[in-house]
T-cell receptor
Framework: DVKVTQSSRYLVKRTGEKVFLECVQDMDHENMFWYRQDPGLGLRLIYFSYDVKMKEKGDIPEGYSVSREKKERFSLILESASTNQTSMYLC????????????FGSGTRLTVV | GDSVTQMEGPVTLSEEAFLTINCTYTATGYPSLFWYVQYPGEGLQLLLKATKADDKGSNKGFEATYRKETTSFHLEKGSVQVSDSAVYFCALRQDNFNKFYFGSGTKLNVKP
C-alpha cells in the first residue's frame, strides 16, 4: 500500500515563526497536494505539485509556499505563521492519469499562538 | 466552477439503522465521483468511487450511484455499526485536471 507520512501529528508555534510541514510518500507518485481542513469548510487546496521542482497554486495559497526538491517529499512552508493558520493540514499523493484516488497522510494539527 | 454540496451534519443514528448522506455536484462534462471517510485522528481514506454515469461504487457495505440526471452521488448503507462513526466527504475530479473538489464533510455518529 502507498504510504504518505507527515512528520508531525501536532505542532504548536508562535505568531511570526517560520513553520515547515513535511510530507513523504513511498510509491513514486508524481502528484502531491497540501490541503487544510477546517470545520464547516471541508478541505481546501493550498498548493499542489505534479513533478519535482514544479508547483501550482491551489485555492488558498496566500501566506504559504511549498518546496519539492525530491519526488518523494513535498514541504509546506508558512513564512510567518499567523493565528488564522491554525488548522489541520493534510498531505496527499496520487499516481499518474490512470490512478483515480488520493492517498492521504494522517494530518498535522497546527496551532499558532 | 466545479463544486460539491453535501448535507450538513452531524447525523446521529442507532446501530443497524439505514444511512443516507446526500451529495450533489456542479460540474461541466463527466467528472469522476468519490466518497472519502475520515476516522477520528486520521487522514482521509478512499471509501468508494464511480467514474461514469450509472456506475455504482461499493465498499464495506456502503454504496453510491452516479446519477447524472440529478447530479447526485448519495451514500447509503443498509445497517450502520458503531465503527462507522466518522466524517464522510463527497468529492469530484475532472479527468483532465489534477485537483479534487471536496464537500464540507458530514459527521456520522452511530450509537449502540
Amino acid at each position: 500500500d502507498v504510504k504518505v507520512t507527515q512528520s508531525s501529528r501536532y505542532l504548536v508555534k508562535r505568531t511570526g515563526e517560520k513553520v515547515f510541514l513535511e510530507c513523504v510518500q513511498d510509491m513514486d507518485h508524481e502528484n502531491m497536494f497540501w490541503y487544510r481542513q477546517d470545520p464547516g469548510l471541508g478541505l481546501r487546496l493550498i498548493y499542489f505539485s505534479y513533478d519535482v521542482k514544479m508547483k501550482e497554486k491551489g485555492d488558498i495559497p496566500e501566506g504559504y509556499s511549498v518546496s519539492r526538491e525530491k519526488k518523494e517529499r513535498f514541504s509546506l512552508i508558512l513564512e510567518s505563521a499567523s493565528t488564522n493558520q491554525t488548522s489541520m493540514y493534510l498531505c496527499a499523493s496520487r499516481g499518474g492519469a490512470q490512478s483515480y484516488g488520493y492517498t492521504f497522510g494522517s494530518g498535522t494539527r497546527l496551532t499558532v499562538v | 466552477g466545479d463544486s460539491v454540496t453535501q448535507m450538513e451534519g452531524p447525523v446521529t443514528l442507532s446501530e443497524e439503522a439505514f444511512l443516507t448522506i446526500n451529495c450533489t455536484y456542479t460540474a461541466t462534462g463527466y467528472p469522476s465521483l468519490f466518497w472519502y471517510v475520515q476516522y477520528p485522528g486520521e487522514g482521509l481514506q478512499l471509501l468508494l468511487k464511480a467514474t461514469k454515469a450509472d456506475d455504482k461504487g461499493s465498499n464495506k457495505g456502503f454504496e453510491a450511484t452516479y446519477r447524472k440526471e440529478t447530479t447526485s452521488f448519495h451514500l447509503e448503507k443498509g445497517s450502520v455499526q458503531v465503527s462507522d462513526s466518522a466524517v464522510y466527504f463527497c468529492a469530484l475530479r475532472q479527468d483532465n485536471f489534477n485537483k479534487f473538489y471536496f464537500g464540507s464533510g458530514t459527521k456520522l455518529n452511530v450509537k449502540p
